[in-house]
């Protein structure tokens, strides 16, 4: 290997990272927040030294700073674009809960999100920590992985970015991660309609019955049954989901 070409592999390096490691830090399953920032940083170091060799043919550094900074801004919005649309359809999990938890009156039990740091109901929580454990056992991160890759070639480096498409992906993830959200729910949600329609009828029956001290541990009780029976079914449907949503930057 020359010498004199080195700057240029290594402008070359640094421009893939920039896509690779914004993805990583994104990505279900292996871009977590409580996952250690060398670990991922490591792993995003790697896999951009193996998409290198692929992205050099399609991607030319230009000669002058201003260049190679434009088309650096361009691989970094790549990045967030499709890392963040990865992380709108993986929302759907704390949406669910948010939706379980108040059918089932624990929309107060608060806990805090260790992927994102905040307060939020515990049922939504302990999907979200579900839902990435089945990612990594699934392997599903391995198509994410591959999403990585297979994305040089949906989107080549250079190119204009157009915020036509970027906008429609966004709310079409969107609109997924919502109407994945309600379906996981729908258990929930039917129980909670019939579960109110039957207390009504008893305040109407027995207006001396506090009803009131009734409905709280019964609707508890009555969630957990549910959630029991359809807890697999629910993630089943996730895990289907996230991967047909992947498997479209992959071909």
């Known amino acids: 290997m020359q010498i004199a070409i080195l700057p240029e592999i290594s402008a070359l390096f640094v421009l893939v990272f920039a896509r ?25 170091f790697f896999i951009a030294l193996m998409i290198v060799p692929v992205a050099r043919p399609s991607l030319r550094v230009p000669g002058d700073v201003s260049g ?3 088309l650096l801004v361009g691989e970094l919005l790549i990045g967030l674009v499709i890392g963040l649309c990865a992380r709108l359809v993986m929302a759907c999990l704390q949406t669910a809960g948010t939706l379980v938890a108040q059918t089932m009156g624990l929309g107060f039990a608060m806990t805090v999100d260790p992927t994102g740091g905040m307060q939020n109901p515990s049922i939504g929580n302990f999907l979200t920590m579900l839902g990435i454990t089945l990612i990594l056992t699934t392997d599903l991160h391995h198509i994410a992985i591959a999403a990585i890759h297979e994305s040089y070639r949906l989107l080549p480096p250079g190119g204009a970015v157009d915020m036509t498409d970027v906008m429609a992906l966004a709310i ?3 609109a ?22 039957g207390l009504g009828v008893l305040a109407r029956m027995m207006p ?25 079914v629910m993630m089943s449907v996730f895990i289907d989901d996230l991967g047909a949503f992947l498997r479209q930057f992959t071909g």
């Open 68 to 70: 190679v900074v434009t």
């Open 172 to 174: 079409r993830s969107t």
């Open 20 to 44: 690779v490691g914004t993805l990583v830090m994104l990505m279900p399953g292996i871009g977590e927040r409580f996952i250690f920032s060398r670990a991922r940083l490591s792993l995003a």
């Open 176 to 197: 997924r991660g919502f109407a994945l959200a309600i379906q996981i729910s729908a258990p929930f949600l039917v129980f909670g309609l019939l579960f109110n329609l």
């Open 208 to 232: 001396q019955l506090q009803v009131f001290f009734l409905a709280v541990p019964a609707s508890i009780m009555g969630g957990m049954l549910v959630m029991l029976v359809v807890l697999g």
